[in-house]
Each structure stands twice: as C-alpha cells, then as structure tokens.
C-alpha cells in the first residue's frame, strides 16, 4: 500500500483577488475565474476529490457567486468538477482507464503532429524552440527540479503540435492533454528519473531536421508510448484505481 506521505497534499492555495466591477467585463471576470479553478484543478492544487462550498471558494478568489457558478459550470461541463446544488463542487477523478484512453489519443495524434512537422520543413529558428526546451529539461534534472523538467517538458510537446501547422489538431491534443497532466503532475515523484525523455526529444528534432517525416512519427509513438506504459504502471504498483 503506498503511503500517505509518498505523496505531499497540495498546499493550500492562497487567495487571488480577482477584479470585479465597472473595469472588468462580466464576462472577462468569469473566463478569469474559470481559468484560475481549472490551473488549480490540473496543477493538484484542488486534488481529485476535494470538495469546496460555493461561499468558502467565492471568498478565497475574492469575487461574487454569480460568475463563480458560471466557471463551474463551464468547468463540470469539461469534466472537470461536479457541481452539488447548495453545497459547491467537487473535483472529479481520472480512472486508470481514462488514462489509458488519453494516452492512446494523444500517442496517436502527437505523432502525426510531428509527421506534419517535418512535411512542413521547419525553419531552424523554429527548432530552436525545441532544442530550447530539450536543455531546459536536462538542466532541470541536473539540479533535480522535477517541477521545472515537467513544464520544460510540456513547452516541447505544445511547441511541437503548434509547429505541425493544423489548427484543430492542436486544439484536439490539448483537450486530452491537460487531463493528461493532472496524472502526470500527481505521479511525478514516483516515476524513474526521466533521463531518456530529454535524449528522445533531440532525436526527434534530429529527424525532423532531416526531413524524415516517417522516422519522426515512429520516434514520438515510441516515446509517448512509453510514458504511457510508466504511468500506468506506477498506477497498478500503488493500487490506484483513480487520480
């Protein structure tokens, strides 16, 4: 059984003032709301499971209930939270199954992202982007900041689908991609040190320098593939059916 303290509860997160009023627009106050309780959500800082009454969020965000409702709604909506008439939300878990399935699609579409990639004949400047990234990831783990390898790491895969050129392939890969990240985030610390992912991004621009549409495909499925298989074992090793 894993232990409670294997993994740290998020802290509590301080309270955010949001403008409200003449100067922000209705509808300007409840896409901010919405956006801070879904960071929030993916982030753990609201792990899944934590319940929170309507007064008590609108006080920690500093803001009325009416846009709050708003948010949540547009949250539930997604997924994301369950909105309990009378007593607030409650955010919602991703099963180990869900997470399978996410990984399935996202395999399959990063990959063709960076097949498009390399048909596109990037420019070098706009590898530079992802080489960038690739040596944050390498100085992150030097230092073994994990928390600064994981958004070095996300930078290179979102850098890489906005560089494939199709809009709504983008915007499909970040619909799965941030349930994604709430798994990632929460295992992170209990994964193998992730040395093999920042060898696997430079051979991937490797290939995409090359102009080798079809090597680059292989490359991403098996990296992504990977992963998958990493984090779905943490998952049965500690016996959680949900995140």
Do not use: C
Request: no cysteine.
């Amino acid at each position: 059984m894993i232990k409670k303290a294997t993994i740290a509860a998020p802290k509590r997160a301080a309270k955010s003032p949001m403008p409200e009023g003449p100067a922000a627009s209705r509808k300007s106050l409840v896409l901010d709301t919405y956006d801070l309780i879904r960071r929030r959500i993916l982030d753990n800082v609201y792990p899944p499971g934590h319940q929170a009454l309507e007064q008590e969020l609108a006080s920690e965000l500093g803001i009325s209930r009416t846009p709050l409702r708003e948010a949540l709604i547009r949250l539930q909506n997604e997924g994301l939270v369950e909105v309990i008439p009378r007593h607030g939300m409650r955010v919602l878990p991703v099963s180990a199954t869900d997470m399978k399935e996410i990984y399935e699609i996202l395999t399959a579409l990063e990959s063709i992202a960076a097949e498009l990639v390399v048909m596109r004949k990037p420019s070098e400047r706009e590898l530079t982007s992802l080489e960038a990234a690739t040596r944050d990831m390498a100085k992150a783990l030097r230092t073994d900041d994990l928390d600064a390898w994981a958004g070095a790491d996300e930078r290179f895969h979102r850098e890489l689908i906005e560089l494939s050129g199709n809009r709504m392939l983008v915007q499909s890969v970040l619909n799965y991609w941030d349930r994604a990240h709430r798994a990632r985030m929460f295992t992170l610390r209990l994964r193998p040190k992730p040395a093999d992912s920042t060898k696997e991004h430079m051979a991937l621009v490797e290939r995409i320098r090359a102009g080798d549409a079809a090597g680059a495909f292989e490359l991403n499925r098996a990296h992504r593939q990977r992963g998958s298989r990493e984090l779905l074992a943490i998952l049965e090793r500690y016996r959680l059916q949900q995140l």
